[in-house]
């Protein structure tokens, strides 16, 4: 028989585990729901900040008024040749066989042409080098803007400024091939790109993905220590490949992008002047692989030829204001 004390004892004991059991189950309850609200608070940090870099970008970009086209000769001729018809009869219809056809064929025209949105030319090249400037591979604004739907057969390669165009959803529609650390002596061998078959090459993403449209960005990954010398010969080889992988597909190089002012100061390997020496050296490859070049640092640069300090990131990469200018120059310089 246990005594009154011993019975007293034990439920006490009892109390005191179930008080015990009862307060680490709101200490882990608490926790959960602290992590919870952090990691919501978190998303919608992220979000704001989103849309307050849209927000910005809106301001910043000045409005742009689609140009009436202008009338070619042929049609001022007939618009006169109606009018002087309608002055010596009006009820004659001035309408030819010619101009049927040409109405019968018009929207069939206007079905097969990808929409094109007319826009001027505000590209700002003041910080752009004339070597570049006066080469044949440069590609000059084409005065419209093309649909975000242009680049669906498109892919991007590059490093991890170019896998930012994934990680901010930029163009979702594009491949990126793209990954962090890869310059121009790994890209033939880093096997990181991941796809659906499994982590590959960049070449061997690219076979799979077999884009019409190849847009590549090397130079942020090596430009601080590959001699102009090695730096031409393992990109010339690269272009190469693609060209040879790809024969029928447009290929553009895209200019190594500016660094802030701050990040430029603090490096003795990296500059603003040295990348701007090593883009001439790529305008030289695209001229002799007969590929095409985009100065997309001119859309991106300030007025002191450096990457603005609201890039929101470490000097070097940015966030979305700044690939959404990029987006919007690529959009505006296209070939046919």
């Known amino acids: 028989m246990y005594s009154k004390a011993s019975i007293y004892a034990h439920r006490k004991k009892d109390r005191k585990k179930a008080a015990l059991s009862l307060l680490a189950i709101l200490l882990i309850s608490l926790t959960i729901a602290l992590g919870a609200a ?18 910005e970008q809106d301001v910043d970009t000045p409005k742009r008024t689609p140009t009436e086209p202008q009338p070619d000769d042929t049609q001022e ?3 006169q040749e109606s009018d002087d018809t309608d002055k010596q009869s009006e009820t004659s219809e001035p309408s030819t066989e010619e101009e ?13 042409q990808p929409e094109k949105t007319p826009v001027e030319n505000n590209d700002v090249m003041t910080m752009t080098s004339d070597k570049i400037l006066k080469s044949s591979a440069l590609v000059p604004n084409a005065g419209f803007s093309v649909p975000d739907d242009y680049f669906d057969d498109a892919a991007f390669v590059g490093d991890s400024i170019t896998e930012g165009i994934k990680l901010y959803e930029i163009m979702s529609n594009a491949s990126v091939v793209a990954a962090r650390g890869i310059n121009l002596d790994t890209v033939f061998t880093d096997d990181q790109i991941r796809t659906a078959a499994g982590n590959t090459t960049v070449l061997g993403a690219l076979e799979a993905a077999n884009p019409k449209k190849i847009y590549i960005m090397f130079g942020a990954n090596g430009v601080g220590w590959f ?21 029928d597909s447009q290929i553009f190089l895209q200019s190594i992008l500016p660094v802030t002012q701050e990040f430029d100061n603090s490096r003795d390997d990296i500059s603003n002047a040295k990348i701007n020496q090593y883009n001439e050296l790529v ?9 095409y070049y985009l100065d997309v640092a001119s859309a991106i640069k300030d007025e002191k030829g450096c990457l603005p300090e609201d890039s929101n990131g470490d000097g070097m990469h940015f966030g979305t204001k700044y690939y959404n200018k990029w987006f919007d120059y690529l959009k505006t310089h296209t070939v046919s």
């Open 38 to 55: 952090f990691y919501w608070e978190k998303i919608q940090q992220q979000r704001n900040n989103e849309l307050m870099a849209r927000a």
């Open 77 to 79: 001729e007939s618009a």
């Open 100 to 112: 049927t056809k040409q109405t019968q064929t018009q929207p069939a025209e206007e079905s097969t």
């Open 227 to 247: 001699t102009p010398e090695h730096f031409t010969k393992v990109y010339t080889q690269f272009v190469q490949d693609v060209k040879k992988q790809h024969p």
């Open 283 to 291: 305008v030289d490859i695209a001229e002799a692989e007969d590929v």
